[in-house]
């Protein structure tokens, strides 16, 4: 039981910790300047994941022309 204790408050801390160096990096770089690198970040991602299944699924129907 005690084990059980130790081991959950070290994860509520190890937790705490990760949402301290969270706040602490958006607060030195400013939380816009994040969200402006997220969105580009995520622009780029989109190109792939939008344009690669729609090509393989072309190449598989056959542009559709049966």
Do not use: E, W
């Not at 816009?32 to 729609?54: E, G, H, R």
């Amino acid at each position: 039981m005690k084990n059980k204790k130790s081991a959950a408050s070290s994860m509520i801390l190890g937790v705490a910790f990760i949402c301290c160096v969270a706040d602490f990096g958006i607060a030195q770089f400013g939380l816009l300047t994040l969200i402006q690198k997220a969105y580009s970040v995520l622009a780029y991602l989109a190109i792939p994941v939008i344009l690669i299944p729609y090509l393989i699924h072309m190449a598989v129907t056959r542009f559709d022309t049966k």
